[in-house]
């Protein structure tokens, strides 16, 4: 994973600033593990964007599929399946940030219908929970034990990044319901337990701020305090 590491960042950094900014908040022995994670994350979650043709998009999603059923040590892997394999993380969980996508490449098929809220919230439903369970697994929680509203945090997080892509304004107010509902349920635990689950929720506490202030844009230097004040409160 060392020898990827810089790669990663350096990838991770141009294509998500805030998955970034929060992996650097994981304790150093899980860091590279969580970097893995939002890497390969954020590099699958491009590819209905990246293409015109659903066709390939579902090409490049097997090729997912199929380098991560290689393992680590094949000599064509990349080093985002390099380093997410060698995570050893849950397959299924894997499998629905990849399968997740398949909704948005066949959306060009339907005659370039808007996808309703309902549509995108069973794609967020697929893809966020698994999301969510994959960073705990990185930090080294029992996905299984996982409360119920990380699910809720999964959701709602997974739901602002489709909001684009239909009637923004609806589908905001409903990824800031899914998002509240987390925020509670995470600064009502105990202390504790916050501080062993904070890692994986700091992108959770900004995507609800983002949610809630949209379509008003938050400077970067105000996103970034807000970042630490969360970090060091130890509350999302």
Known sequence: MDEHAHILRTQLRMNDGDLYLCHLFTPAAQRERMLALYAAY?????VPAEVSEPMVGAIRLQWWRDALAAGPDASNASPFVAALAACDF?????ACL?????SALERPQAQMQTPTPDELEAEATIVGPAFMRLSLEALGHDPAACPAWARDAGIGFELVRLAHDGPTE???????TWLATARAGFNASPRRERAKLLPAFLIIGLTARFARSWPTQVSLLRHQIRLLFSAFRGKI
């Open 42 to 46: 954020t590099e699958i979650a491009r």
């Open 98 to 102: 990849i399968d997740g996508r398949m």
């Open 90 to 94: 849950c397959t299924e969980d894997i």
């Open 170 to 176: 609806i589908v905001m107010a409903r990824a800031s």
